[in-house]
T-cell receptor
Framework: KNQVEQSPQSLIILEGKNCTLQ??????????LRWYKQDTGRGPVSLTI?????NTKSNGRYTATLDADTKQSSLHITASQLSDSASYIC????????????FGGGTRLMVKP | GAVVSQHPSRVICKSGTSVKIECRSL??????MFWYRQFPKQSLMLMAT?????????EQGVEKDKFLINHASLTLSTLTVTSAHPEDSSFYIC??????????FGPGTRLLVL
C-alpha cells in the first residue's frame, strides 16, 4: 500500500529560527512530490514540486530536498516568520495514477514570537 | 493562473437539511475535479472524483446518495450534502485538474450542522 508519513506531527519554534520537516514515502515509482502549506481554515497551497530526478527545489525561504534512494523528502524553512504557522503536507503522485494523490498526515508548525 | 474558488466559504445548517457547495475553476477548464473532506488535525481524505459529463467515482465508505456530485461543465462541480447530520460537519475542499496531472485546490468550505 502506498503510504506517505510525515514527522514530526507538530512542532513549535521561535520566530527567526530554522526548522526541517520530514517526509518518508513508499510510493514507487512516482511522478512528482509536492510540499503544500495549509493555513487553518484554508485550502492547501503548493510550495514546491519535484520530479523523481530532482534533488532540491527552493521557493524563497522554503527548500525541499528529495532522496529517491532512501525515499525521503524534507522541507527546510529558513528564518521562520509568524506567518509560517500552518500545516505542511507532503503529497506524492504515483506514476501512471492520473490525477490521484497520496497525502501525508501533515506537520503542524507553530512559530512563536 | 490556476485559481479554484469555492462557495460558500462557511455554512451553518440545521440537521436534516441539504447543503450545496460549488467548486469553480476560474481561469482554466478542469476535466477532473476532486472532493475532499478534512476533519480537525487530520489530512485531506478523498471522497470522490468527478469527470465532466460522467458519473462521479466515490471512494470506499462514501455514500453516493448522501454526497451528490454534479460536474455539469468544465469549470463547475457541485457537492450536495443531503439530509445533513452533525457528523457531516467538516471542512470540504475541492480541487481541479486541467488534465495534466496537477491538482489546484480551492480555499475550502466549512460546514457546521446543528
Amino acid at each position: 500500500k502506498n503510504q506517505v508519513e510525515q514527522s514530526p506531527q507538530s512542532l513549535i519554534i521561535l520566530e527567526g529560527k530554522n526548522c526541517t520537516l520530514q517526509c518518508n514515502y513508499t510510493v514507487s515509482p512516482f511522478s512528482n512530490l509536492r510540499w503544500y502549506k495549509q493555513d487553518t481554515g484554508r485550502g492547501p497551497v503548493s510550495l514546491t514540486i519535484m520530479t523523481f530526478s530532482e534533488n532540491t527545489k527552493s521557493n524563497g525561504r522554503y527548500t525541499a530536498t528529495l532522496d529517491a534512494d532512501t525515499k525521503q523528502s524534507s522541507l527546510h524553512i529558513t528564518a521562520s516568520q509568524l506567518s509560517d504557522s500552518a500545516s505542511y503536507i507532503c503529497v506524492v503522485s504515483p506514476y501512471n495514477a492520473g490525477n490521484m494523490l497520496t497525502f501525508g498526515g501533515g506537520t503542524r508548525l507553530m512559530v512563536k514570537p | 493562473g490556476a485559481v479554484v474558488s469555492q462557495h460558500p466559504s462557511r455554512v451553518i445548517c440545521k440537521s436534516g437539511t441539504s447543503v450545496k457547495i460549488e467548486c469553480r475553476s476560474l481561469d482554466f477548464q478542469a476535466t477532473t475535479m476532486f472532493w475532499y473532506r478534512q476533519f480537525p488535525k487530520q489530512s485531506l481524505m478523498l471522497m470522490a472524483t468527478s469527470n465532466e459529463g460522467s458519473k462521479a467515482t466515490y471512494e470506499q465508505g462514501v455514500e453516493k446518495d448522501k454526497f451528490l456530485i454534479n460536474h455539469a461543465s468544465l469549470t463547475l462541480s457541485t457537492l450536495t450534502v443531503t439530509s445533513a447530520h452533525p457528523e457531516d460537519s467538516s471542512f470540504y475542499i475541492c480541487s481541479a485538474a486541467p488534465g495534466g496531472g496537477t491538482q489546484y485546490f480551492g480555499p475550502g468550505t466549512r460546514l457546521l450542522v446543528l
